[in-house]
């Protein structure tokens, strides 16, 4: 990303190009894909990119198919396997009456992918890689499967439609489950794969593309975290030099707290680069944290609109200077544990504890999502990641002492007033409180 923020967006015959971006739940059923197409019927004279989550909930099973593929349970993996297929098959037959129609034969055939590769792994333990290497070429899948729906779907609709692979457009290096961008490979093959085809094109076409995906030098499909068809939308809006991505969502915009938990929540007209920084960083699930630099860096203006009202406002994310948010923003991250540390000896928490600390964090890739030092101990409260976490506190174990209480939460208040506290911590016992002047974060049970 060198360009500095100044650069100049594409234009073909005057028109911008749009990236679209719609997620699990905008293609959950067969309601769902006829939605999409309503939204883009409405844009026919625009060129537009898209980008497709998994459908649904398809991600969460297919990573328990791959639990049951890596603990070797071939009785479950098949009934994981076959529900995901069940619930794929249900969509197709809804969209497509003509059991001739070519989707059919293409889905099949990704599904034989997928079950050819278990079954490889399953049969020669050397065709098993790491644990995070499977996730991607097995997870991935998702995408794949809903791209080839909605591009067969919006073609047999009239909206004329490409899919490209997102494996030949995002290259990343080999850090599966969370890959780094090149971007400048991925610039290149997207000024080489998709402009021109968008530019041959009248503007009535949609170039569609999975989310999520990637691939590295070797070829083998890479994923960008969970969450992150986010990011490949600002990826490709960025280097498509668009001026404006939509992420298409289930809530009417960025609201200031998860209407699951609490009632009446205001939405968000207009926010900065840097405040959708600090919502996505601290948890809130609205937008990938990793989405908003690429589009802060050339000026890309990031919108979150409801595909159940499209001509609803919902909220703009762009260039704003200050904060102009006046009221509390609530983010809750559940299931946390907060662990404290300290030396045995009862020495005093130094320099080279906290760099051993943070180290051992680093190693079990596990993010400290607050922490607070004294003098004889450090705090710190984490995600309770069941895979990682008996380790991480084994091997801590080694060298300090250490306590931990479980099933916390954690609030994270942007532009909190004393009223919101209250309303958070009421009837609830606070283990941990720390203010600076635009946020508070507190751990409470
Ligand atoms: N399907 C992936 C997930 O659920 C990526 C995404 O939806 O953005 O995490
Ligand atoms: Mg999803």
Same mark, same amino acid.
């Given at each position: ?9 594409? &234009? $073909? ?18 309601a ?13 004279? &625009? ?13 969460? @099973?297919l ?18 396997? &076959?529900?995901?297929? *069940? ?24 599904f034989?992918?997928l ?7 399953h ?8 644990? *995070? ?11 794949l ?23 030949? #457009? ?8 969370? @890959? ?20 041959s ?10 989310g $999520? ?15 992150g ?38 939405? #968000? ?14 948890? @809130?699930?609205? +937008?990938?944290?990793?989405? +908003? ?8 203006? #990031? ?47 130094v320099?080279? *504890?906290?760099?051993?600390? $943070?180290?051992?964090l ?10 607070? *030092? ?18 991480l ?53």
């Amino acid at each position: 990303m060198a360009d500095g923020g100044w650069r100049l967006f594409s &234009t $073909f015959a005057g028109m911008e190009i749009k990236v679209f971006k719609f997620g699990g739940a905008s293609v959950n059923s067969a309601a769902g894909y006829r939605n999409v197409f309503r939204i883009l019927k409405k844009y026919n004279k &625009t060129s537009i990119m898209v980008v497709v989550s998994a459908m649904g909930k398809t991600t969460n @099973a297919l990573e328990v198919v791959l639990k049951h593929y890596i603990a070797n349970e071939p009785l479950e993996l098949i009934e994981a396997f &076959t529900a995901i297929y *069940n619930t794929h098959l249900t969509v197709i037959r809804e969209l497509f009456s003509d059991s001739s129609h070519p989707v059919y034969g293409e889905v099949e055939s990704l599904f034989d992918q997928l079950r050819g590769y278990i079954r490889k792994g399953h049969l020669y333990d050397k065709a098993r890689n790491t644990y *995070n290497f499977e996730y991607d070429q097995i997870v991935s899948f998702g995408e794949l499967f809903s791209s080839c729906i909605l591009g067969n779907y919006l073609n047999s609709q009239g909206i004329p439609c490409r899919i490209f692979e997102a494996k030949d #457009l995002i290259i990343t290096d080999s850090a599966n489950r969370d @890959a780094n961008v090149d971007w400048k490979k991925t610039g290149e093959r997207v000024s080489e794969i998709i402009l021109p085809w968008l530019e041959s094109r009248d503007m009535s076409c949609v170039a569609l593309t999975q989310g $999520f995906i990637g691939s590295d030098a070797a070829g083998h499909s890479t994923t960008l975290g969970r969450e992150g068809s986010d990011f490949t939308a600002a990826i490709l809006a960025y280097t498509l030099k668009c001026s404006a991505v939509t992420i298409w969502k289930d809530v009417p915009g960025v609201l200031n707290a998860d209407p699951k938990w609490f009632s009446n929540p205001k939405k #968000l007209l207009t926010i900065s680069y840097r405040e959708a920084i600090e919502l996505a960083y601290y948890g @809130a699930s609205v +937008i990938h944290p990793k989405t +908003i630099r690429p589009l802060e860096n050339a000026g890309i203006k #990031l919108y979150v609109k409801s595909f159940l009202k499209p001509g609803a406002a919902g909220t703009l994310i762009t260039n704003i200077d200050h904060w102009n948010i006046h009221f509390p923003i609530y983010i809750r991250k559940q299931n946390q544990v907060l662990i404290s540390i300290s030396p045995r000896d009862f020495s005093f928490i130094v320099e080279e *504890n906290l760099s051993h600390i $943070f180290l051992v964090l680093a190693k079990y890739r596990t993010k400290a999502n607050v922490m607070q *030092n004294s003098a004889i101990s450090f705090s710190v409260c984490l995600d309770r990641n069941e895979q990682v976490l008996p380790e991480l506190i084994e091997e801590l174990s080694l060298h300090y002492e250490i306590r931990y209480n479980y099933n916390l939460d954690l609030f994270t208040v942007r532009h909190y007033t004393p009223a919101a506290i209250r309303r958070l911590t009421k009837g609830r016992t606070v283990l941990l409180e720390q203010k600076t002047r635009q946020t508070v974060h507190l751990v409470v049970k």
